[in-house]
């Protein structure tokens, strides 16, 4: 089972990952989400970690390459070097048209590809030109 976790952008910082739901959170001097700024920007936490064991959120940008055992030749449909953004969209994490569970094995069949946190679309936008 996933655990829920949340992370919030607002005034141009990303803040620590809190679980709204928990004990914790509500004796913290946080206030509630709703009471927060309205430009902030909340990403839900996919349960996944990257190969250095990063937490991967919505909104992180990801490089997915093939393992180093595979990495010769042409590897389906991506580069070596594929950089996209993790949305929620379609009930699923994806990455790009994927979903990402999928992609890490948990449908059974595990693409040959390593995952890195690399940044996020809110204080790393370069990284996606």
């Not at 590897?75 to 969209?89: F, G, L, M, Q």
């Amino acid at each position: 089972m996933r655990e829920i976790k949340f992370r919030a952008f607002v005034d141009g910082c990303m803040g620590e990952p809190f679980n709204p739901l928990s004990n914790e959170y509500m004796e913290e001097e946080r206030s509630h989400p709703s009471e927060w700024p309205k430009d902030t920007v909340f990403m839900q936490f996919t349960g996944l970690l990257d190969l250095n064991g990063k937490e991967i959120y919505e909104g992180d940008i990801v490089h997915i390459r093939p393992l180093p055992e595979k990495r010769a030749g042409d590897w389906e449909n991506w580069s070596t070097n594929a950089r996209k953004p993790i949305v929620y969209d379609g009930g699923a994490f994806r990455f790009d048209d994927m979903n990402l569970y999928e992609m890490m094995g948990w449908g059974g069949f595990p693409a040959d590809v390593e995952y890195e946190v690399i940044g996020n679309i809110y204080e790393n936008p370069d990284l996606l030109q």
